[in-house]
């Protein structure tokens, strides 16, 4: 697309536009500007027992809780009272647990599933 632009711009103004820049410095700014908007992923986990408490302050009958030892994440489960009331009142008696476990700060979901 800036090919593009910078022919037509050159056919018409008969100047050059175009820009060189180090692939290493252009992830490093890009980095930098996504931990100032976003925060460090650190300080993500800092705020899923606040999360949890939000949750039960917006519906009461709402289950959700966070275990964290030392400043270390180790679970966390929520329920909402929709999906609990649903699976009393319209589900078969049957529980299928699925889950997988985090790795690093960017690990991958852990979730369990009730059906």
């Known amino acids: 697309m800036l090919g593009l632009l910078s022919k037509r711009y050159h056919a018409v103004f008969g100047a050059r536009i175009g ?3 180090d692939i290493h410095a252009v ?3 890009k980095e930098f500007v996504q931990m100032m908007v976003l925060g460090q992923l650190e300080d993500h986990y800092k705020l ?3 999360m949890c408490a939000a949750i039960i302050r917006a519906n009461s009958e709402s289950v959700a809780f966070c275990e964290v030892e030392e400043c270390r994440f180790l679970r966390m489960f929520v329920a909402y009272a929709t999906n609990i009331n649903g699976f ?3 589900c078969r008696m049957m529980l ?3 889950g997988c476990h985090l790795s ?3 690990g ?3 979730g369990s599933v009730c059906v």
């Open 27 to 29: 992830m490093e700014g």
């Open 108 to 110: 991958k979901f852990a």
């Open 96 to 98: 299928f647990i699925g």
């Open 88 to 90: 009393k009142l319209g």
């Open 48 to 50: 899923l027992p606040w």
């Open 19 to 21: 820009y060189s820049a």
């Open 104 to 106: 690093g700060l960017q």
